[in-house]
């Protein structure tokens, strides 16, 4: 099971886009207050859409709780600070729930924190300059980057909704839509 965990995440949009891939992912997301926003919030509610009844949504007090509430030999940290890519762990050794944790948008996850768990930390290969990504860009590339390695277990690779053979039977009538 994959765990995305935000450490006091400060927009809501950031927040309802990665309830969007928690959602299509049958990840859980983990909340780490204090909050910047409130859950009911308009924005996360537009980006989210209606996915946040379909996700597990975790909520704790701080960086204590949720760890005395998810043991685990370890997390993988998004940061910029982090010296490999995702790419560089083998995800498919992982025999427990893998937990990405990623930090505000401002700055991040806390310091002592990562420098606890340099081994573990990552980041996405950028130019120089650049300090991030957009935080529901880095969630969705690493949720992505763990499902790729496990070769996407539990999830559809064809159209299901409107059926894995719809364009081959879409009858057009007019301008393509």
């Not at 006091?8 to 950031?14: A, F, H, Q, V």
């Not at 909520?59 to 010296?83: C, L």
């Not at 083998?90 to 427990?96: A, G, H, M, Y």
Request: hydrophobic share 40%; charged share 25%.
């Amino acid at each position: 099971m994959i765990h995305v965990v935000l450490y006091e995440p400060e927009i809501p949009g950031n927040t309802g886009n990665i309830i969007r891939t928690c959602m299509a992912t049958g990840s859980i997301l983990h909340l780490i207050e204090p909050l910047g926003f409130m859950m009911d919030e308009k924005h996360l509610r537009r980006a989210g859409m209606d996915y946040a009844k379909q996700v597990d949504i975790r909520i704790h007090k701080n960086w204590e709780d949720f760890v005395a509430k998810n043991p685990a030999d370890h997390y993988f940290y998004m940061t910029r600070y982090g010296k490999k890519a995702p790419s560089m762990f083998d995800f498919t050794k992982e025999t427990e729930d893998i937990y990405l944790v990623l930090g505000k948008e401002s700055t991040g996850i806390d310091k002592a924190i990562l420098k606890g768990h340099l081994e573990t930390c990552m980041r996405l290969p950028m130019v120089a300059n650049a300090r991030s990504l957009n935080l529901s860009n880095c969630a969705a590339i690493i949720v992505y980057e763990v499902l790729r390695q496990l070769d996407y277990p539990n999830l559809s690779a064809t159209e299901q909704l409107k059926g894995e053979d719809f364009l081959e039977t879409l009858e057009l009538d007019g301008p393509l839509r």
